[in-house]
Nanobody, 118 residues
Framework: HVQLVESGGGSVQAGGSLNLSCTAS????????MGWFRQAPAEEREMVAY???????TDYHASVKGRFTISRDTANTVYLRMNSLKFEDTAVYYC?????????????WGQGTQVTVS
C-alpha cells in the first residue's frame, strides 16, 4: 500500500508563485512515475505534469508549459514549482504515483491541496 501526502497549496494573486510538494510512503520501490493532476469545479480532471524515474522524462499540459516545473529529488518526493499563476490555474491539485506514466491516473493518489489564484 502507498500513501501520498501533498503540501504547499494556498492562495496567491495572479502572476505569483507557489510550490507544491508530495511525499510517498509505503511500498513505493517499483513506482517510477510521479505526477500532478488538477481538477477545477465543474471541470474534468487533467494531468498537469509528470516525471519518470530519475527525471529523465517529464511532460506537461500545454497550458502550463514554460510556467510550471516538476522535479524529483528523491525516489519518493516530487515537487511542482508554479510560476506566473493565472486565475485558470485555480483547482485542487492531486499528486499521483504509478509504475508507468501512461497509467498514472490509475495509480495511488493523495488527498489533494487547494490552489486559489485571484
Amino acid at each position: 500500500h502507498v500513501q501520498l501526502v501533498e503540501s504547499g497549496g494556498g492562495s496567491v494573486q495572479a502572476g505569483g508563485s507557489l510550490n507544491l510538494s508530495c511525499t510517498a510512503s509505503g511500498y513505493t520501490y517499483k513506482y517510477n512515475c510521479m505526477g500532478w493532476f488538477r481538477q477545477a469545479p465543474a471541470e474534468e480532471r487533467e494531468m498537469v505534469a509528470y516525471i519518470y524515474s530519475g527525471g529523465s522524462t517529464t511532460d506537461y499540459h500545454a497550458s502550463v508549459k514554460g510556467r510550471f516545473t516538476i522535479s524529483r529529488d528523491t525516489a519518493n518526493t516530487v515537487y511542482l514549482r508554479m510560476n506566473s499563476l493565472k486565475f485558470e490555474d485555480t483547482a485542487v491539485y492531486y499528486c499521483a504515483i504509478s509504475d508507468t506514466c501512461a497509467a498514472l491516473h490509475l495509480g495511488y493518489w493523495g488527498q489533494g491541496t487547494q490552489v486559489t489564484v485571484s
